[in-house]
Nanobody
């Protein structure tokens, strides 16, 4: 059974850092297209970071330079390291996966991604 479980969310002051984890079971992370999405209050869900099976990464302009997507193959876990957090980073963060080739999901709602976690809320206070 496929499961994606996010953790590491919480409340952080602006300028701080946070690391989100997405523990995966049911498939091998390194063989899949993996991505992080977020949905801010009142806004559509958007893709902000992705990594494919070749470890090629892409980031949304709004987070580039402040976030890093990575995976730990031994732990079968996806991560999102976030630094220099801003109030506009407040959102629910979701990890998602797809077994196929890795489409460009940055800035999209990711409707084509097959598997999703339930989300982890992140609140940035100023």
């Amino acid at each position: 059974q496929v499961q994606l479980v996010e953790s590491g969310g919480g409340s952080v002051q602006a300028g701080g850092s946070l690391r989100l984890s997405c523990a995966v079971s049911g498939f091998i992370v390194r063989n899949f297209c993996m991505a992080w999405f977020r949905q801010a209050p009142g806004k559509e869900r958007e893709g902000i970071a992705q990594i494919d099976s070749r470890a090629l990464r892409a980031y949304a302009g709004s987070v580039e330079g402040r976030v890093t997507i990575s995976r730990d193959n031994a732990k079968n876990t996806l991560y999102l390291e976030m630094d220099s957090l801003k109030s506009e980073d407040t959102a629910i963060y979701y990890c998602a996966a797809d077994p196929g080739w890795c489409p460009a999901v940055i800035g999209t709602t990711g409707s084509g991604m097959r598997y999703w976690g339930k989300g982890a809320p992140v609140t940035i206070s100023s």
